[in-house]
Structure formats: C-alpha cells, structure tokens
Nanobody, 125 residues
Framework: QVQLVESGGRLVQAGGSLRLSCAASGRTFSSYDMGWFRQTPGKEREFVAFITSNGGFTHYVDSVKGRFTISRDNAKNTVSLQMNSLKVEDTAVYYC??????????????????WGQGTQVTVSS
C-alpha cells in the first residue's frame, strides 16, 4: 500500500513556474508507475503526466508538452512535476497517483489505485 501527499501548489502569475512534489510512504514506491492528474470544478479529472517505475519513460498530455516535466527520486520516495510557462488554463487541483492496473493505458484514471489529497494550483492573468 502507498500513501501519497502532494505539496507545492500556490497562486502564481501566468508565465511563471511551480514545482509540485508528491511524497510517498511505503517501501514499495519504486515499483509503482506514477501519474499526475488535475481537476477543475465541474470537470472530470484530466491526465497530465506519467512516469514509469524506473523513470525511463515519460508521457504527457499534449497541452503541457514542452512546459511540464515529470521526474522521480526513488531513493527519496518522491515524484515531482516541474511546471513552466504556466497558463491560466493550468489552474486546477493537481493529484499524484500510483498505478495499480494495466488495462487501459497510463492516461486512464481507472489505472490508478492510490491517490493523494491534491494541491491547488492557481494561475492568474
């Protein structure tokens, strides 16, 4: 079992940068593929980024490619999301998640069995 706690969300101006972190408990963190999702009120949770357990492969939603970078440090049990060139439309609650199923691909919310509580990112114009 994995417990996840996100941090780093805050108010930032458009064009600015933020680094979100997700701290995981449990000795098996390094065996989990990890993802970042985001959600705005009234909308479904949206896939943002994915990284394999060893960090060797990453995948992003088109809208953040070239601006966001996902990374992980298995020695520290953390996964991070570096967000640059932020846009107002990036405003959302951001969640990290650990993947526990392999049936629909890493962008599917249903693939992830462990979730953090979320951290609010607000980008002002």
């Amino acid at each position: 079992q994995v417990q996840l706690v996100e941090s780093g969300g805050r108010l930032v101006q458009a064009g600015g940068s933020l680094r979100l972190s997700c701290a995981a408990s449990g000795r098996t963190f390094s065996s989990y593929d990890m993802g970042w999702f985001r959600q705005t009120p009234g909308k479904e949770r949206e896939f943002v980024a994915f990284i394999t357990s060893n960090g060797g492969f990453t995948h992003y939603v088109d809208s953040v490619k070239g601006r966001f970078t996902i990374s992980r440090d298995n020695a520290k049990n953390t996964v991070s999301l570096q967000m640059n060139s932020l846009k107002v439309e990036d405003t959302a609650v951001y969640y990290c998640a650990a993947r526990t199923r392999w049936s629909r691909g890493p962008a599917a919310e249903s693939e992830y069995g462990y979730w953090g509580q979320g951290t609010q990112v607000t980008v002002s114009s």
